[in-house]
């Protein structure tokens, strides 16, 4: 009986080896995978990153032409979907009667998607410098734009508006109460002066 106790016991001790020994094969393994995910993630991370800049400096023009800098992305954003969100922000700043302020980003072909890209900047770009009465504030205040001219550097301030700054300035047409004769101090035109008490 100590035999087959002793040999069941050295089988369990073998096997427990061998768990053992599979278990750190595995752990090992997936280690590895992990490192080697992390990597990946990480690679893919600082390449998605540089494509963004890429995406923001194409879009930079634009939106400095609205007086306003180009939107950040967010931190897991894909470049995508970062092109996408910039562009339908610039296309909600085109007039209504534009050919491309119906345009939605999802709505291009990819095979289209480049030329009706850099179409859609200008244009916007184009509004943010001069734009359409509709943009303009319907309260009557003014926007300000500031422009760098890029032959001096000289940094210009234009305000914009649905009416001149000068006319808000103007005291406009005023009601003549009465005209009276400096020398009798008769009332020519106008009602009488009240009377005092």
């Given amino acids: ?12 001790s073998r096997v427990d ?12 393994r997936l280690t590895a995978e992990d490192a080697a995910q992390a990597r990946a993630d990480a690679e893919q991370a600082k390449a998605d990153a540089l494509r963004r800049m890429e995406v ?26 970062f092109r996408k969100r910039l562009f339908e922000n610039l296309r909600r700043r085109l007039p209504d009667g534009h ?15 480049a030329t009706i890209e850099a179409m859609v900047i200008s244009a916007a770009k184009a509004e943010g410098l001069k734009p359409s009465p509709e943009n303009l ?18 940094k210009e301030i234009h305000w914009l508006g ?11 047409g005023q009601r003549v109460l009465r005209i009276i004769n400096p020398k009798t101090g008769a009332i020519l035109m106008g009602e009488p002066m009240p009377k005092a008490w």
Wanted: glycine share 6%; net charge negative; with cysteine.
């Fill in 17 to 28: 080896q061998v768990l053992a020994e599979q278990t750190r094969r595995e752990i090992e």
């Fill in 162 to 172: 649905r009416e001149s700054y000068i006319k808000q300035m103007s005291r406009g």
């Fill in 99 to 113: 050919e491309w302020a119906s345009t939605r980003a999802d709505d291009i072909p990819p095979s289209a998607r």
């Fill in 1 to 12: 009986m100590p035999d087959v106790q002793h040999h069941i016991n050295s089988t369990l």
């Fill in 56 to 81: 923001a400096e194409k879009y930079d023009a634009a939106f400095a032409a609205f007086g306003e800098r180009c939107p950040q992305p967010a931190a897991d954003e894909r470049p995508g979907q």
């Fill in 137 to 154: 504030p319907r309260d009557g205040s003014l926007i300000k734009r500031e422009r760098t001219d890029a032959m001096t550097g000289a």
